[in-house]
């Protein structure tokens, strides 16, 4: 009898058959024999019904989980629960928490290695939505008829339940598959009535997908940017999934751009064919073996003989769902090399990436890739080996890192001085941004609109996403959250006075019902124009500034002609200022320093920051998608306001006039960052050590100049 050869189900070792020879009484040839014919027999029920059987990487798990998937294959259900004690639905949801994900995703994009099984994945879950759902709609895509009539159509065949391949035809079926030419116009219906159905890119999206109201996509290698689009409206109306599998041979084009621009890496391992420490490469590690095992099955193969170790051992995956990491493994011991991101979430709560590695396939023979791949570069081997996708320099802030410069809003210091900055709208939404700086770091905790709900409105959309446009060196395109809400003056002002938690809004607040607030009630203006954030607030803002371009611009308002600058301040209750112009190239430098000294921050919830410091190239100019947000945090550094470099804030006493929680600093020259807030002139005492009392006691206006007494540089005022 010829024994069948295969990747994971290896032939029985010489300590497997002395095992079964000693717990069966017989001899070793015979042990061996028994062994062999039940690997035989098991790898002839795989061949007969892979849909229900056979091997299922633990990544694929990972990536199930993350989009909500209701179904598991039976066999890799069953080895679940025994090895966590959890059935499908608790361990994915498990999983999810794990990757610190808030709600499963829409979307996903599969970045696969060479041989890394992308396409068996995206086959085997088209097949499952098939089988599982009644009725419906799933897709299937690739770049031409022949293409996926070579690589997709197979899989997808190869998947299918094997009593739908012994029978063709039903009353309401028809599936019919011939190899090299596919399905019968590369479509088939399956007895649960759904429709499974193939386009091309080399078509028109808009008329390839005219009536296509599906619940699942699947679009494989180089799928164009128009047509994520298109499917994207095509599979909203059904609440669908969309799944991507890619092999980034040509980069970081548009379409990944889309996903990992602002995107978080929440899991990665380490590339132990990537070292930084100038040492050799471990391939055998890289495929979960020893260095004997590796050397063995290269005799194995070598000789004809059928392996007695598997081509791979993948990551632990299932692993994750308890947040353990694998163990180093002797080798690397004090080694460093690069981490392959695994895991990431995208700047859109809905989308996501998993990164298939070449060892998470044993069928794509990984060994074998490894050893011709490991002497064409690094950066071949992260695409080829990891599928990792390097980022064009073209952007502005090489330096930005979301998993080092993005923070929990949790983690953003209570105390700092804060300052708020508003880039006024021309046709679309105001633009603001709160920044707070400590010594330590600057930290944007805020922006508007933001990924929160404004009362009236709801959850707004992205101000900004990913264009196609000159090979995607851009700024991006605006979105839907940038569109106008149509809010005048004091809307704004209502805004600011929610958000900061004005003591004028949070009563007036009290006195309304829930569901007219939910609704966009707001005051009267006359009550609106009487707030004023002397009369006392949760969040203390020291100073707030505007574009002085449109600040600048006059607006005839009766016989009067008043800038916007007036008219924002005649609001009553807050004051703005014009912030400083000069070379856009000084404060981009300034931004990209502090990135460099990793002392800017973005909060995780400020998504159209964090999309603009990894998207803007400034190729847009002016009109640059995300530029209205590089722009303040440009004025934030161009004024000077950032406590990081050097400031060695001294702590002070009592304020009189006022009780109120917090801290706040005295920096730059004398000029007052914070301390009271509004234009109250307040005094101080100092603690500073040696001064006798009247050179410690200070006279001050938040936000102005130092009346008298001092002006040290770098004094922090403690409130008691």
């Not at 064409?376 to 073209?394: D, F, M, N, P, Q």
């Not at 700024?475 to 004091?490: H, K, M, Q, Y």
Request: aromatic letters at 10%; charged letters at 25%.
């Amino acid at each position: 009898m010829a024994w069948t050869g295969d990747a994971w189900w290896v032939g029985p070792s010489g300590e497997a058959i002395r095992a079964r020879a000693e717990a069966r009484g017989v001899e070793p040839a015979a042990a061996a024999l028994e062994l062999l014919e039940a690997r035989e027999k098991w790898l002839q029920a795989i061949e007969e019904d892979p849909y229900r059987l056979g091997f299922v990487p633990s990544i694929w798990l990972v990536a199930w989980a993350m989009v909500d998937w209701p179904w598991c294959p039976e066999a890799s259900a069953r080895a679940l629960a025994k090895r966590t004690g959890l059935d499908w639905p608790g361990w994915k949801a498990r999983c999810r928490e794990a990757l610190g994900m808030k709600i499963p995703v829409r979307d996903l994009l599969v970045m696969g290695a060479n041989r890394s099984g992308k396409t068996d994945f995206g086959a085997k879950s088209t097949q499952m939505w098939a089988a599982e759902m009644s009725g419906g709609m799933a897709l299937f895509l690739a770049q031409q008829f022949q293409q996926s009539a070579l690589t997709v159509q197979p899989r997808l065949w190869h998947y299918m339940p094997g009593e739908w391949k012994r029978k063709h035809m039903g009353d309401d079926w028809y599936v019919h598959y011939k190899d090299l030419k596919g399905f019968s116009d590369a479509q088939f219906q399956v007895p649960t009535g759904t429709k499974v159905v193939g386009k091309f890119y080399s078509q028109e999206p808009k008329d390839a997908l005219i009536g296509c109201e599906a619940g699942w996509a699947w679009a494989d290698e180089l799928v164009p940017e128009e047509w994520v689009s298109e499917l994207g409206r095509r599979l909203a109306s059904r609440k669908g999934k969309m799944l991507l599998t890619f092999t980034p041979i040509e980069g970081y084009t548009p379409v990944v751009k889309g996903f990992l621009d602002g995107a978080r890496v929440m899991r990665s391992s380490p590339a132990y064919l990537l070292p930084r420490d100038g040492g050799e490469q471990l391939p055998w590690v890289a495929v979960g073996l020893t260095r004997e095992e590796w050397r063995a099955r290269a005799a194995e193969v070598r000789a004809g003989r059928l392996p007695t170790v598997p081509a791979s051992r993948p990551e632990d995956c299932l692993a994750w769902a308890d947040g353990e990491a694998p163990a180093e493994p002797p080798e690397a011991a004090g080694r460093v090399f690069e981490r392959a991101p695994r895991v990431a979430l995208c700047m859109d709560p809905h989308k996501a990436v998993v990164w298939f590695q070449t060892s998470d396939n044993p069928y794509g023979d990984p060994s074998e890739l490894i050893s011709r791949e490991m002497g064409t570069g690094a950066e071949r081997v992260r695409k080829v080996l990891y599928g990792i996708a390097t980022k064009s320099r073209s952007c502005k802030f090489a330096e930005y890192d979301e998993n080092r410069h993005t923070v929990a809003d949790a983690a953003v210091p209570a105390l700092g001085i804060n300052y708020c900055f508003l880039d006024p709208g021309g046709g679309r939404n105001d633009a603001l941004t709160w920044i707070r700086t400590t010594p330590e770091g600057d930290y944007v905790y805020r922006e508007w609109p933001g990924s929160y709900r404004v009362f009236g409105v709801g959850v707004p959309a992205p101000w900004a996403k990913t264009s196609g446009r000159r090979g995607g060196i851009n700024d991006g395109e605006r979105d839907e959250g940038a569109e106008s809400f149509g809010f005048g003056f004091l809307r704004m002002k209502y805004e600011v006075a929610r958000l900061e938690g004005w003591a004028d809004w949070e009563k007036w607040a009290r006195d309304v019902e829930r569901g007219d607030l939910e609704d966009g009630r707001t005051p009267d203006e006359e009550e609106m124009e009487e707030w004023d954030e002397e009369n006392g607030a949760r969040e203390r803002i020291a100073a707030r500034w505007m574009d002085s371009r449109p600040a600048a611009q006059g607006r005839q308002m009766g016989m009067e002609v008043q800038t916007l600058l007036d008219l924002w301040n005649a609001c009553g209750g807050w004051d703005w200022q014009t912030a400083p112009g000069g070379a856009i190239e000084e404060g981009e430098g300034m931004i990209q320093k502090a990135l460099a000294d990793g002392t800017l921050h973005v909060a995780e919830s400020c998504r159209n920051v964090r999309f603009a410091l990894a998207t803007y190239t400034g190729k847009d100019g002016q009109k640059g998608a995300v530029k209205d947000w590089i722009d303040m945090l440009r004025w934030f550094y161009k004024l000077g306001l950032s406590l990081c470099g050097g400031v060695d804030p001294l702590e002070v006493g009592r304020v009189w006039g006022r009780e109120a929680p917090g801290a706040a600093w005295v920096a730059n020259r004398g000029r007052v960052m914070a301390g009271g807030g509004g234009r109250r002139e307040m005094a101080v005492m100092s603690r500073r050590q040696g001064l006798p009392p009247e050179q410690n006691r200070m006279t001050m206006r938040a936000g102005g100049r130092v009346l008298a007494g001092g002006g040290q540089r770098g004094m922090r005022m403690k409130w008691r």
